[in-house]
């Protein structure tokens, strides 16, 4: 293959600042002249067929070709929109494929999101990545990954453990166990962060945090009951920091003897002043609170700094009476083994104390809306913020450890020469006798027995407690400044009744500002309680939660193979995703069992209220993408099974036309379907393929929320065809996947077939011949009101029937009349839902089987299967068979007999021993006058003559057809006056449908009967023929 001649320029470095290499190929031909022997202009494909220049539209958007087709652009893939920009939009297939109009009118413009307040696009907003850099006026703030997310997270991480708990599980565990207890947490928290990087790359983050990322991954039943749980749980975290910052102040209060009222009230004081104090600084926008961040991490990597020189300072006398010697290898190795004490003295009691220390990486992705470029911020700084919490942890075990022993007075006068005797344990090698307390323990200084050991070990004590302030009043604003901002997202979705409110943004970053008083508000009603040793477990369990369902949604969404799964950030396992989900759900019983409960009962309560509300919201979650690769491995699954005849399930395909059209026979085959079996409900539109094309695609959607409302579990599927009969055929060829394919034909009777065109009854009775061709069977219903409800909705009637028939009773054959298109899909989900007699309580009537002929037992099991539906179960099923006056108990008794083997419940048998007597004269002479228009009265014509009759009118009978089928006949004017006598106040009438002989019986003797058959009729009345199959067995293998 020949290659292109081409030069690379160079290229702006502005334009290749991104993430792809750009470069740019130039053909070194002329320009001018079109390649590959193309005309200059193609003025077939233009709107404008005028020589194009630079400043063309469709000269900038098609690389200088005269085309309607267009380059790809981030335009024609976004929800929004740049303002102040010309509209950039994808030409539609039929713009590309269909006549083209003189105008740009047919170029439609596409939907777009709502803008943002400021006027600005999110892609605007995102371009630069970078810490620096001035803003425009106006533009909502926006943070890189440091400020934005590793801070924000370091910070929520740290906490008050890192102080006051770090030494004494060092001491307990000993460094060794103490760093497994360190590395099993951060397994944990690096997991569900490599789990935040994939979730977060795939595709645009917007405001909304965890919630965003778990709703829009596993759809809106987890993601709505976690936000909700997730919201509240970092409102009373609020609290639970706010009070430790508050516990912390009142107790520096009381070692300088000055409280304010009592050890309570104090916490109490404190604790609303500190929350209030917060409060503004998150009022004041994003960037004051962004500073204080700052602020506050200075202050604890200055309280660090000040520990670590504090480590190589040698020590005093008061420190060394306090446990504390410098850097020794005798004590390192002595706290590097476990030294259990009290009651939480256990690997797993400890771990459950140091584990909430290392949550907190939800903070960055908590303000997702806030920040420039989600995508790299939230698994940079997520993973960063891991990395460096982790080696302080390590760090600050391994230093203390190596300095502090266990036990130690804290007296001076515990100092003793060298070489005194009675003197047990390392200080006494370094001239100190902490033998006594030891012993006893009884002990108030050491790693095991001192809190503040790292105040002690520090150079300058009151840094640390700053840091311990730094980290609490940062964890507390974390929390602030998260739980309004999932919260508002959750709000705009709508997915909770009540919370709408809450949802309003204010100012150029949408502030939730109403979000940030309600969570005020939740806090101070916390830290008013002043006692949160209670509802702290249930916290950490719901942050568990998140953690385990960020994992899980990681993980479906990669083992369900989705095509839309592409996430940019590539380091991450899905096995290693299930593992974090398993663990987190592990780690909340070992935590606290009780808790545990609580918070999975709160999220299975949420999800079940939105299971049920079912809000109609499509984010193309991964449950989605599971559901249909469940449904793909069991169709294809299934076709590998055998077929069995105890397996066997009416599939049925309903030749409904418009599903609202007939409701009746919807509400019939649904009924005994539901949950059983597969539904197909097919129309068939009628005319010119580019026409009924458009409309099939108008009003598809519009049907199946329909059925959907009517609650019926049903598929709608329409095709265009030339004819009524070809239509038919390709639905009953076409119909299904695999073993799910339908087997019975369901059909609304023709019921103005002796008015319509005679070609639209030929086509009526064919497409029952076709059916019993294709091996369907074939299940017609006649109601004595028709099944046609179409003039009530004021539509148009399919052409193919006659327009001058009545609408109601046009169509009424169950295949046919299409929707206008002026109808609108949306109407059909808001419009009245006719009620019909299948919806309804039948009480204490009968369901009356009639079965004259054996068609594999289809005309039994329909009956069977509406009877166990509760509206039809307190029918009493009756069974009506043919039989002989002088065997009739024999019979009886053999029926009975298979009708028990069959387990169906019907013990009510009769058999009718005059279904062969003569019907009486005058509805002889009726049927004779149904069918006298139809006759073509050939017994003194010429035989030429009455072929040339049959050729062109094959609907006619024949006095030879008369004469042949004459006690067929007779027999469906007997059966009708049997059916008026037994089952003239049943609620259903089921009969074996009669079938006429294909090119024996003309369609309107067959028509005839059916109407002699049904005529008159209160009930309804199904008849049923199988495919002469069984469908029923009293064998059980």
């Known amino acids: 293959m020949a290659e292109l001649p081409a030069i690379e320029l160079m290229v702006d470095s502005a334009q290749s600042s991104g993430r792809f290499t750009i470069s740019t190929l130039v053909s070194t031909e002329d320009s001018g002249k079109p390649p590959y022997g193309q005309p200059d202009a193609a003025t077939y494909d233009t709107p404008h067929p005028s020589h194009l220049t630079h400043s063309s539209t469709f000269y900038m958007r098609t690389f200088g070709y005269n085309t309607v087709d267009v380059v790809p652009s981030y335009e024609h893939y976004a929800n929004t929109k740049i303002s102040g920009e010309t509209q950039k939009v994808r030409p539609t297939l039929a713009d590309l494929h269909s006549f083209l109009k003189s105008d740009n009118s047919c170029l439609h413009n596409p939907v777009y999101e709502p803008q943002r307040s400021n006027g600005l696009s999110e892609e605007t907003a995102e371009e630069d990545g970078g810490e620096g850099g001035e803003k425009p006026l106006g533009e909502p703030v926006r943070f890189g990954w440091v400020k ?79 936000g909700l749980i997730f919201a509240f749980a970092n409102a009373v975290a609020v609290a639970m920091h706010t009070v430790g910052f508050a516990e912390t102040v009142r107790d520096l209060l009381q070692e300088h003897n000055s409280p304010i009222v009592d050890p309570t009230n104090d916490i109490r004081i404190i604790g609303v002043i500190t929350v209030t104090l917060l409060l503004g600084i998150s009022l004041a926008g994003m960037e004051w609170e962004a500073k204080a961040q700052v602020l506050f991490f200075v202050v604890i990597m200055i309280s660090f700094l000040n520990y670590i020189v504090g480590t190589v300072i040698p020590a005093s006398e008061e420190k060394q009476a306090k446990g504390f010697f410098s850097y020794r290898a005798d004590i390192f190795a002595q706290n590097f083994v476990p030294n259990w004490r009290g009651p939480d003295g256990s690997f797993f009691g400890l771990f459950s104390i140091f584990f909430p220390s290392a949550t907190g990486i939800l903070a960055g992705a908590n303000i997702s809306g806030d920040l420039k470029d989600p995508a790299i911020a939230i698994p940079k700084g997520t993973l960063m913020a891991i990395f460096w919490t982790t080696i302080s942890y390590l ?398 909705m004021q539509a148009h009637i399919n052409p193919v029937f006659d327009p001058a028939e009545d609408s109601k009773e046009n169509g009424a054959n169950g295949v046919g009349p299409t929707v206008s298109g002026t109808l609108d899909p949306d109407a059909l989900t808001v419009e009245q839902q006719a009620s019909t007699i299948f919806q309804t309580e039948q009480g204490k009537k009968t369901i009356d089987i009639y079965w004259l002929f054996d068609d594999g037992g289809l005309t039994l099991l329909i009956p069977y299967l509406l009877s166990r539906k509760k509206r039809w179960g307190k029918c009493k099923t009756r069974v009506f068979v043919g039989g002989q006056i002088h065997r009739m108990d024999e019979e009886r008794k053999a029926i009975v007999s298979l009708l028990s083997k069959f387990r169906l419940g019907f013990h009510e048998v009769h058999v009718l021993p005059d279904i062969n007597q003569k019907p009486r004269p005058e509805h002889i002479k009726r049927f004779d006058d149904l069918i006298a228009p139809f006759r073509l009265n050939d017994g003194f014509k010429d035989e030429a003559v009455v072929n040339e009759m049959r050729r062109d009118c094959p609907w006619k009978i024949s006095d030879e057809e008369v004469n042949k089928n004459k006690a067929k006949s007779l027999r469906q004017v007997r059966l009708n006056e049997i059916l008026l006598d037994y089952s003239r106040d049943a609620a259903l009438i089921a009969i074996t449908l009669p079938i006429g002989r294909k090119g024996r019986c003309p369609s309107s003797l067959y028509m005839a009967w059916l109407e002699t058959l049904s005529q008159d009729l209160r009930p309804p009345v199904i008849l049923t023929r199988g495919n002469q199959e069984n469908v029923l067995t009293f064998y059980c293998q």
């Open 395 to 792: 760090l600050i075990s391994a230093t203390i450890g190596a300095c502090v022993v266990r036990d130690a007075s804290g007296s001076l006068n515990d100092s003793i020469p060298a070489g005194f005797l009675g003197c047990e344990g390392l200080a006494c090698g370094y001239g100190w006798n902490f033998t006594e307390c030891a012993q006893k323990q009884s002990c108030h200084y050491g790693l095991s027995n001192y809190y503040q050991s790292m105040s002690m070990v520090s150079g300058f004590a009151p840094l640390i407690t700053a840091g311990i302030f730094g980290a609490t009043l940062s964890s507390a604003l974390a929390c602030l400044v998260s739980a309004p901002k999932v919260f508002q997202c959750l709000c705009k979705d709508q997915l909770y009744p009540l919370i709408g409110f809450f949802g309003k943004g204010y100012g150029k970053n949408e502030e939730p500002i109403r979000g940030y008083l309600l969570t005020y508000i939740i806090a101070v009603g916390f830290i008013l309680i002043a006692e949160l040793n209670t509802i702290a477990p249930i916290i950490s369990n719901f942050f568990l939660c998140s953690y385990a369902l960020i994992n899980f949604s990681c993980f479906h969404a990669s083992i369900t193979n989705s095509p839309g799964w592409r996430p940019s950030f590539r380091y991450y396992s899905k096995w290693a995703a299930l593992f974090g989900a398993v663990v987190s759900v592990v780690i909340m019983f070992l935590l606290t069992w009780w808790a545990a409960l609580i918070a999975i009962g709160i999220v299975v309560f949420l999800l079940g209220y939105v299971l049920y509300k079912k809000p109609e919201v499509n984010w193309g979650s991964s449950v989605q993408a599971g559901s249909y690769n469940l449904a793909l491995n069991y169709c294809v699954g299934l076709s590998e099974v055998n077929e069995h005849i105890k397996n066997y399930r009416p599939q049925c395909l309903v030749l409904t036309g418009p599903p609202n059209f007939r409701p009746a026979l919807v509400d019939f085959v649904g009924t005994f379907t539901k949950n059983l079996s597969l539904m197909i409900c097919g129309n068939v539109l009628i005319g010119p393929c580019k026409q009924k094309m458009l409309e099939s695609r108008f009003t598809s959607k519009g049907h199946t929320k329909w059925l959907t409302k009517r609650k019926i579990k049903a598929f709608y599927t329409d095709v265009v065809a030339e004819d009524l009969r070809s239509g038919v055929q390709i639905l009953m060829q076409a119909s299904g996947l695999g073993k799910m394919k339908p087997n019975i034909l369901v059909i609304g009777y023709k019921k103005n077939w002796q008015r319509a065109h005679p070609r639209t009854v030929e086509d009526y009775t064919g497409i029952l011949h076709d059916a019993f061709d294709f091996k369907y069977g074939v299940c017609l219903m006649r109601m004595k009101e028709g099944l046609n409800v179409s003039r009530m």
């Open 148 to 226: 934005g997310v590793m801070i924000r997270c370091m910070l929520n991480i740290w906490g008050v453990i890192l102080y006051l708990r770090l030494p004494w599980i060092t001491a307990q565990a000993g460094i060794a166990l103490t760093w497994l207890i360190i590395f099993m947490s951060v397994t944990v928290t690096s997991i569900t962060g490599l789990s935040i990087s994939a979730i977060s790359t795939n595709g645009k983050v917007k405001s909304g945090g965890t919630y965003f990322l778990i709703s829009r991954s596993l759809g809106p039943e987890l993601g709505g009951s976690i």
